[in-house]
């Protein structure tokens, strides 16, 4: 008896487990997506056109967006720090754009924007310039150390000032409020006053040749008491060699003469003489901008500062010729 009974409950439960519904399979996640550059679009923030360290920045972000095949939409702030908070405000409303990339006039005042980016899932690379606050509302900064080009600024003009009776120097500033104008001076003091210099003139001359020839002027009427001259960049460093030359004195030897940057323009006034140091900062960084947006979409996480390749150049070194014709900018 109990084994027929048991033989029937086996049976019957045998016959409910065929009846039953088939229990709905466990749903699987949809695979993530892989995102490539040809299904990316970046929406790219410039600050604008002051000189030739960023045509040759944007032209490395136009001619390796094609190269790669992505979607770049590109938005020259023209050096307006309003216009570069609104197009930044414009690519997290646009629905096309997936990750966004800056290259920030200044340092202070995008904790809003990066936040509302962050909430709008757009991930931000920082390109060439740093912002002051919180490195958890960007992704990673693709660039320079700004300080460290201002060291090696200030180490070498030392030695181009070693034994001089006096080493006063004036500095051409780039524009106020960005890091690479706080940090190459930083930097620059922080070696320089080793050996004595003296900062006698700081004034910012935005980059360009123009101002950095008018404050020069400035300065010269006031005083000719200066032993070198340190450009933060090429530009301001090529305005002060034209007002040296007014003012009749020889740029790179009675006044020495450091600039960053190494453009094209710098290595031809290390090969007229009128220039003696350039400290490069690499303006050919699109593709590691690009490399690190795709990265972001994938979910890749990311080393908080992805550092350029640079080096310095010197007016006296026997290749400078052949140096000069291999450079790409
Ligand atoms: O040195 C200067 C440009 O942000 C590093 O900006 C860049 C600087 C560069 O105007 O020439």
């Not at 930097?187 to 006698?200: D, L, N, Q, S, Y």
């Not at 010269?220 to 032993?227: A, I, N």
């Amino acid at each position: 008896m109990f084994k027929k009974i048991a033989f029937l409950i086996v049976l019957a439960s045998l016959v409910l487990t065929a009846c039953a519904p088939a229990a709905p399979a466990a749903t699987e996640a949809p695979a993530a997506k892989v995102w490539t550059y040809k299904d990316m679009t970046i929406g790219f923030l410039q600050t604008g056109s002051e000189g030739g360290w960023r045509a040759a920045n944007t032209a490395s972000f136009k001619e390796s967006a094609t190269q790669l095949g992505l979607n770049l939409k590109f938005y020259d702030s023209q050096n307006d720090l309003a216009k570069q908070v609104a197009g930044f405000q414009q690519f997290i409303a646009d629905p096309e754009v997936d990750v966004i990339a800056i290259s920030p006039l200044e340092a202070a005042g995008w904790e809003q924007v990066l936040k509302d980016a962050k909430a709008a899932g757009k991930p931000v690379i920082l390109s060439d310039r740093r912002i002051d606050g919180n490195e958890d509302l960007y992704v990673t900064f693709v660039g320079a150390d700004f300080v460290e080009e201002g060291r090696k600024a200030g180490t070498e003009m030392c030695k181009l000032l070693e034994g001089s009776e006096k080493k006063n120097v004036w500095e051409l500033v780039g524009n106020v409020g960005s890091s690479p104008a706080i940090d190459r001076g930083k930097g620059f003091r922080e070696t320089a006053e080793k050996c004595g210099i003296v900062v006698t003139n700081s004034q910012t001359g935005n980059w360009s040749i123009v101002e950095g020839k008018q404050v020069t002027e400035a300065w010269l009427k006031e005083s000719q008491d200066v032993q070198g001259i340190f450009g933060q960049n090429d530009e301001m460093a090529f305005g002060a060699i034209e007002a040296l030359k007014e003012a009749g004195l020889v740029p790179a030897v009675d006044v020495k003469i450091i600039s960053v940057d190494a453009t094209a323009g710098a290595f031809q006034a290390m090969l007229d003489g009128t220039l003696n140091v350039t400290v490069e900062c690499n303006p050919l960084i699109a593709p590691q901008v690009y490399e690190a947006a795709l990265a972001a979409l994938n979910g890749e996480s990311l080393p908080k500062w992805i550092p350029s390749i640079e080096g310095i150049f010197y007016s006296d070194d026997p290749n400078l010729k052949e140096i000069a014709a291999g450079r790409k900018y």
